[in-house]
Nanobody, 128 residues
């Protein structure tokens, strides 16, 4: 059974930082990508960042590029999303997900349909 559990969300002021974690279990992830998505009330789920587990190659949404960093700790099966210079527009529930990514560049792994398993989400709220 694949399980993804997000943590680290909370309330932060604009300009602040937050670090999200996604604890993954149930399989080895060497052939997979890990992605972060977010969903604000009334909006569709939006791609944030993706990382290839085996190589660490990454891809980011334009809205977060330069501010957010996705990384992984292979030994701990944990994916992180370091969020800096947070804006109120970043307010959303953040989800981690995993999907098969062999021979798929990370810039292709931007659709929720590419991912098979999802965590429960963690709330990030950014105030002005």
């Amino acid at each position: 059974q694949v399980q993804l559990v997000e943590s680290g969300g909370g309330l932060v002021q604009a300009g602040g930082s937050l670090r999200l974690s996604c604890a993954a279990s149930g399989r080895t992830f060497s052939g997979y990508a890990m992605g972060w998505f977010r969903q604000a009330p009334g909006k569709e789920r939006e791609f944030v960042a993706a990382i290839r587990w085996s190589t660490g190659s990454t891809h980011y949404a334009d809205s977060v590029k330069g501010r957010f960093t996705i990384s992984r700790d292979g030994a701990k099966n944990t994916v992180f999303l370091q969020m800096n210079s947070l804006k109120p527009e970043d307010t959303a529930v953040y989800y981690c997900a995993t999907g098969w990514a062999t021979a798929q560049p990370m810039n292709v792994m931007t659709s929720p349909d590419k991912y098979n398993y999802w965590g429960q989400g963690t709330q990030v709220s950014v105030s002005s």
